[in-house]
């Protein structure tokens, strides 16, 4: 598969990067600051924002057993219920954002994170699911929204080889005939070395997708570089301050930083072009500073060059210097000024 749409955009290798603005846990419990997200989402110039759609109730159990505890990282102490607490968005919020990104005109989609969350994203006509990283392995959860139609997007941080296969082809068993996957490291942040960016031209010809990267670095270098590597999407987390206190605030990107991720990222798929040994549009004006061979006596009709008639010098507008050898020695048709540029056609024989 080389190419998938979501709401009328192509993605894939023939088209710029497509860039997801995550809103994720941004919007710290304030419906205003997941607006205004959304609005410098669209001025940074990203083609989607996504959301998360979960309660803590449908992600984890209100237990704070030694196995729902968070040791190290970012939320070390604290219970995963009580992470999520504070973290999730209120449903309620999802039609007024939903209706604030259409009004914008950027693309609005979220990851659901069990079944009736893909319920209400189905009332609000969601382009299309992003499946995340850990529940790449939930293979019903993965069905149940492939079974929706709509394109579908899998991250597959901490997923091994067989489990994204089985991801993918739960997703295809499901219905979804518009798949792309997303190489992924889920640490939170993640240190560059961490990312190995050699995977993606493996996973494209390993599964045949349109692949991507969601990026949890603290800057724009593993995100840019990857679209040398083949990748068709970026996904990046986004906040309008990263000082701002929230869960994911410290490792989301703040406007200016998104803004110079969808330029690079556009401008680095641009560069990589196509292959062209050619002479390209900017270098036209620059054949002046190419070297070329120059007569540097005057030379009479019938005179036979010498080497120390000719030399090679800059501009470029004589004949190749690969010509010196083959012209001393020739006798000239016609007579000829020093400092002009030498032409096959001043010689009785040719080069």
């Not at 969350?117 to 993965?142: G, H, Q, R, T, W």
Request: glycine share 8%; charged share 25%.
């Amino acid at each position: 598969m080389t190419q998938i749409e979501i709401a009328g955009r192509p993605i894939g290798p023939d088209h710029a990067p497509y860039v997801i603005a995550e809103l994720s846990a941004n919007h710290n419990g304030k419906l205003d600051i997941a607006m205004r997200i959304i609005e410098e989402a669209k001025k940074a110039g990203a083609d989607a924002v996504k959301l998360q759609t979960y309660k803590p109730d449908t992600i984890t159990l209100n237990c704070d057993s030694e196995d729902f505890k968070i040791r190290g990282g970012l939320w070390d102490g604290r219970t995963l219920y009580e992470l999520y607490e504070e973290a999730y968005m209120p449903w309620e919020w999802h039609k007024p954002l939903f209706e604030h990104a259409r009004k914008l005109g950027i693309t609005i989609f979220s990851s659901p994170f069990d079944n009736t969350a893909i319920d209400l994203l189905e009332d609000l006509n969601a382009p299309a699911y992003k499946i995340a990283s850990f529940e790449a392995v939930d293979l019903p959860l993965i069905k149940y929204a492939a079974s929706t139609g709509k394109p579908m997007i899998i991250s597959t941080g901490m997923a091994d080889a067989d489990e994204i296969q089985e991801a993918i082809d739960a997703a295809r068993e499901g219905g979804c005939k518009q798949l792309a996957v997303l190489h992924c490291v889920s640490g939170y942040p993640a240190p560059a070395e961490d990312y190995n960016l050699r995977t993606i031209p493996d996973m494209i010809e390993r599964f045949g997708l349109v692949t991507g990267l969601s990026d949890h670095t603290l800057d724009n270098t593993t995100a840019i570089t990857s679209v040398a590597m083949g990748a068709c999407i970026i996904e990046k987390h986004f906040t309008l301050n990263r000082s701002g206190g929230g869960p994911d605030d410290s490792f989301s990107l703040e406007p200016a930083e998104m803004a110079a991720l969808c330029t690079g990222a556009k401008t680095a798929w641009s560069a990589l072009g196509r292959v062209d040994y050619g002479r390209k549009s900017s270098e036209q004006g620059n054949v002046q500073f190419r070297r070329s061979l120059y007569f540097v006596n005057d030379l009479p009709e019938g005179a036979v060059v010498t080497l120390s008639d000719v030399r090679s010098v800059r501009p470029g507008y004589g004949l190749h210097p690969k010509y010196l050898n083959d012209l001393v020695g020739k006798r000239l048709n016609q007579a000829v000024q020093r400092n002009t540029p030498i032409r096959r056609a001043v010689f009785m024989d040719d080069l």
